[in-house]
T-cell receptor, first 114, second 113 residues
Framework: NAGVTQTPKFRVLKTGQSMTLLCAQDMNHEYMYWYRQDPGMGLRLIHYSVGEGTTAKGEVPDGYNVSRLKKQNFLLGLESAAPSQTSVYFC?????????????FGPGTRLLVL | DQQVKQNSPSLSVQEGRISILNCDYTNSMFDYFLWYKKYPAEGPTFLISISSIKDKNEDGRFTVFLNKSAKHLSLHIVPSQPGDSAVYFCAARARGGADGLTFGKGTHLIIQP
């Protein structure tokens, strides 16, 4: 049981390049989330999904797109990377429907945009 | 407009003593609160949570207190151990919300021997 995994762990991009971050979970969770964390800041929600084939915008969605084609995977895309997107990206998943819903996080992807 | 505030960026506590981390919130729709612990180069790991229908939740050395009238919660760690040195994030979820958690900026707890 690997929990939540993220690929890649680290990436350097040039401004204008595109890339996709992959998140996978093996806990059969319905909900999945993408957050970013910047120095001195808490985690901020980019996009989320409440089920296969559904996505929604979070607090800071601009410049990102997401897809949830399979229940276990949640992809985060950057179509044209900008230096402001230099950050650490965390994926999380949770199982809804209980009062004590808890989000489980992956190890993070560190992205540097030059 | 920060809805979850952790006003202490860092806190230093002697090993064996009590660590108290504080968190304030402004959104009355928050009904579930969580504390996450984060080590460098790792993802946050869930520590303890509390529902708005309770005022205290305890799990081993960790206790979270919730004061709804003051919109304040605190995490107590006793006794503090060297492995507790980490960044602690307070997070909150809005009632009925599937739309993620709102995080504070974190408090870096340093346990001194």
């Amino acid at each position: 049981n690997a929990g939540v995994t993220q690929t890649p762990k680290f990436r350097v991009l040039k401004t204008g390049q595109s890339m996709t971050l992959l998140c996978a979970q093996d806990m059969n969770h319905e909900y999945m989330y993408w957050y970013r964390q910047d120095p001195g800041m808490g985690l901020r929600l980019i996009h989320y999904s409440v089920g296969e084939g559904t996505t929604a915008k979070g607090e800071v969605p601009d410049g990102y797109n997401v897809s949830r084609l399979k229940k276990q995977n949640f992809l985060l895309g950057l179509e044209s990377a900008a230096p402001s997107q230099t950050s650490v990206y965390f994926c999380a998943s949770s199982y809804p429907g209980t009062l004590q819903e808890t989000q489980y996080f992956g190890p993070g992807t560190r992205l540097l945009v030059l | 407009d920060q809805q979850v505030k952790q006003n202490s960026p860092s806190l230093s506590v002697q090993e064996g003593r009590i660590s108290i981390l504080n968190c304030d919130y402004t959104n009355s729709m928050f009904d579930y609160f969580l504390w996450y612990k984060k080590y460098p180069a790792e993802g946050p790991t869930f520590l303890i949570s509390i529902s708005s229908i309770k005022d205290k939740n305890e799990d081993g050395r960790f206790t979270v207190f919730l004061n709804k009238s003051a919109k304040h919660l605190s995490l107590h760690i006793v006794p503090s151990q060297p492995g507790d040195s980490a960044v602690y994030f307070c997070a909150a979820r809005a009632r009925g919300g599937a739309d993620g958690l709102t995080f504070g900026k974190g408090t870096h707890l340093i346990i001194q021997p």
